[in-house]
Every structure is written in structure tokens, then in C-alpha cells.
């Protein structure tokens, strides 16, 4: 096991110092949390890594390190990156836990990695690129450091068709969490990839509950800012309120896509 946090890439120190206080302090309840440590994504994930046989990939945005954790069996050498170097420690410490002794952590923003180009021959990014500052330079820096042909897995909550349900999610991803950037629509993720230089082979859709007490509790999310979501939830439409299939205690649905490329 290894924690190489030395050559953290300069970002802006407000977004730095953001994302710090939104994730630092909560990073060990991204290990627990049951949204993001199951799904049949993960198993997907491991799957195309058992097929791939990777030499070294890239876990990209780990987050709780759980893209990461279902390659590293598969793999020969497994980067968790993040901006969170906190959140690093915290895999760090889960991936000792479980006994796997072959991934690393690397602090750096999505947008300037600092790994050489082509430097892995796989690549998940799991529920991460909806914090990232730009979206477009993250897409083409994974593209950059991965090899050629070899295979990316993006998977990430989707913003709605329908303009007043997008702007519904939006507002309350960011009163949840002020990290937020946001939730492309999936027309949105296939642009960018295509512009980054990525081809999609595969792309599935699924939704996903979100546990309103687990969703603002993980986050710490202050109550003046839980009392705004659950007005904003009170005051939707109709059609956004059967969109989200918004709950009485004020859980709800989303999105999600995965694509392959």
C-alpha cells in the first residue's frame, strides 16, 4: 500500500479549500454509504476489469474508492485519485482493511492530472464529475493519460429532459452540497466525451433512491439548507414531483447513466 500525496497539482485555493470542507470531513461515510458502496455498476465495473486484465488503471474522482476497490482483484496496480486528499487517507485506510495491497492514492484535481499520457490501460470515474470545475478539461485529461484503445467506464447522476426538472435537481444538489457544479443531461455526456476524443460503445440509464436522511446526513448538510430542500420539494409541480417520485419524509429518485467507451 502505498499514499503518494506529494505532488498535489495547483488548483484555485477557494475551490481546493471548498471541496476540503464539503468531503474532507465526511470522507469515511462515503466508504459506508450504501449508495456508493453497491449497484450493479460496480459489478460492471468489475466484470470489464476481470475481461481487461488491466495492467494499471485509474480510479478517477475515487471519492470512497469503490470503482477502485472492485478493479483492484483484476488489476495489476490500481491509482485512486481525488482532490480530497482527506478522502485519500480514507481509502487508504478501507483498502488496508479489506486486505488490498495494490492501490495507490494520488491528490489532484480531474482537470490537470499529473501522470504522464497514456500512463493507464483502464479508467472508472464513478458520481464524480458533477463536483468538477470544468467538466470538459477533466474528459480530455482522462483521455490523456489513458492508452488508446483501451477501455473508460463513466458513470454519474443525469440531469432530467424537462427544464424545470433539471432546474429542481440543480437547486438541490447545491443547497445539499455547496461542491456542486452540475448533472448533465446524458445528450450532454455523450458532446463532451465525443469532443474529449472518447467513443461510446455502451451507454445504460437506471434510477436510483435516494434515502433524503442518508442523502443530507453523508453531506452534513446545515438544517436552514435541508429546511430549503424540502420547501423547494413542497413547492414543485406536479409533473417534477412524479419525476422525482418525491416521498412524504422527502426521499426521491434520481437519474444515472453508464457509459462505456
Request: aromatic fraction near 6%; charged fraction near 25%.
Amino acid at each position: 500500500m502505498t499514499n503518494d500525496n506529494s505532488r498535489q497539482t495547483a488548483v484555485p485555493q477557494d475551490r481546493h479549500e471548498l471541496v476540503e470542507s464539503q468531503f474532507g470531513t465526511t470522507a469515511a461515510a462515503y466508504v459506508t454509504s450504501k449508495v456508493h458502496a453497491s449497484g450493479a455498476d460496480l459489478d460492471w465495473i468489475a466484470e470489464r476489469a476481470r475481461e481487461a486484465a488491466p495492467r494499471h488503471a485509474l480510479d478517477l474522482g475515487a471519492g470512497g474508492g469503490h470503482a477502485g476497490y472492485a478493479i483492484a482483484p483484476h488489476a495489476g496496480a490500481v491509482t485512486a485519485s481525488d482532490l480530497s486528499p482527506r478522502m485519500l487517507d480514507v481509502i487508504a485506510a478501507e483498502a488496508a482493511r479489506r486486505g488490498i495491497a495494490n492501490i495507490a492514492t494520488h491528490a489532484a484535481p480531474a482537470e490537470a492530472l499529473p501522470f504522464a499520457d497514456d500512463s493507464f490501460d483502464f479508467l472508472a470515474c464513478r458520481f464524480s464529475t458533477h463536483h468538477w470545475r470544468d467538466a470538459e478539461a477533466g474528459l480530455r485529461e482522462a483521455r490523456r493519460v489513458l492508452a488508446p484503445g483501451c477501455p473508460a467506464i463513466f458513470i454519474d447522476v443525469i440531469a432530467p429532459a424537462d427544464p424545470a426538472a433539471d432546474t429542481h435537481l440543480q437547486a438541490v444538489e447545491l443547497l445539499r452540497d455547496l461542491s456542486h457544479v452540475r448533472d448533465y443531461a446524458a445528450a450532454e455526456w455523450l458532446a463532451m466525451l465525443a469532443r474529449a476524443g472518447f467513443a461510446a460503445k455502451r451507454m445504460t440509464t437506471a434510477r436510483l433512491r435516494m434515502d433524503f436522511a442518508d442523502w443530507t446526513g453523508r453531506m452534513r448538510t446545515p438544517p436552514e439548507q435541508v429546511a430549503a430542500i424540502r420547501a423547494l420539494q413542497r413547492a414543485a409541480s406536479s409533473e417534477v414531483s412524479a419525476h422525482f417520485e418525491i416521498e412524504a419524509d422527502g426521499s426521491f429518485t434520481i437519474d444515472t447513466v453508464l457509459i462505456e467507451t
